[in-house]
């Protein structure tokens, strides 16, 4: 299985950058590296996406390593509604497989 | 709504009853997923639709977790005879495609099994 490794938990205090660190040191080279979140007692929503390049949406930017072997969401402003648990998922190569693995706990501070 | 709504949002079974947990996806979406999630874990995946076709259902834990989607929109996920262990929130989400594309997913049943 495509397997990804995650920090179990972060904090961040309010207005401030957050850098959320992904290892997926199996990916391979036609991977996409898929970010969710998932808020308390909801379903996990779309964050954001990417293949080599770094990216960049409304919500947050992606940097990609080199090596595709790591990467990075990144929370720009983090506010109290961005606590949540964060996903960076790949999915199982020639499959419809996505592995989500245990996430990141976001603690947003006021 | 324009979402994915689930149903039942919860449920509660005894040991040993069959149940069935129904997915509407967003209209038009072509792809299908459904996930487990067990309590302080992340989603697991079960099995994914694209139209009518279960093109992959290496998730299902057991021969007794069946989902269909026979007309390519609403499916359900059935499980027969509940164990203890099957407890968990149950996800669907949807697609437009199956790549790379965003999943949307519905807010989840929780499954109760005494």
């Known amino acids: 299985d495509a397997k990804t490794t995650q920090p179990n938990s972060m904090e961040s205090n309010e207005e401030e950058p957050v850098h959320l660190p992904c290892n997926h040191s199996t990916i391979s080279g036609t991977d996409y590296i898929h970010w969710y979140r998932q808020l308390p007692s909801q379903g996990p929503e779309y964050v954001i996406h990417?293949?080599?390049s770094n990216v960049n949406n409304r919500m947050a930017s992606l940097a990609i390593a080199e090596d595709r072997k790591s990467s990075t969401l990144i929370l720009h402003r983090a506010t109290l509604r961005d606590a949540a648990v964060y996903y960076c998922?790949?999915?199982?190569?020639?499959?419809?497989?996505?592995?989500f693995g245990t996430g990141t706990r976001l603690k947003v501070l006021a | 709504g324009a979402g994915v709504s689930q149903s039942p949002r919860y449920k509660v079974a005894k040991r040993g009853q069959d149940v069935a947990l129904r997915c509407d996806p967003i209209?038009?979406?072509?792809?299908l997923f459904w996930y487990q999630q067990a309590l302080g874990q992340g989603p697991e995946f079960l099995t994914y639709f694209q139209n009518e076709a279960q093109l992959d259902k290496s998730g299902l834990p057991s021969d007794r977790f069946f989902a269909e989607r026979p007309e390519g929109s609403v499916s359900t996920l059935k499980i027969q005879r509940t164990q203890q262990e099957d407890s968990a929130v149950y996800l669907c989400?949807?697609?437009?495609?199956?790549?790379?594309?965003?999943?949307?997913f519905g807010p989840g049943t929780r499954l109760t099994v005494l």
């Open positions: 989400a949807s697609s437009h495609s199956g790549g790379t594309l965003e999943q949307f």
């Open positions: 998922i790949l999915r199982d190569k020639g499959t419809y497989k996505y592995i």
């Open positions: 990417g293949l080599t």
């Open positions: 209209s038009g979406h072509v792809s």
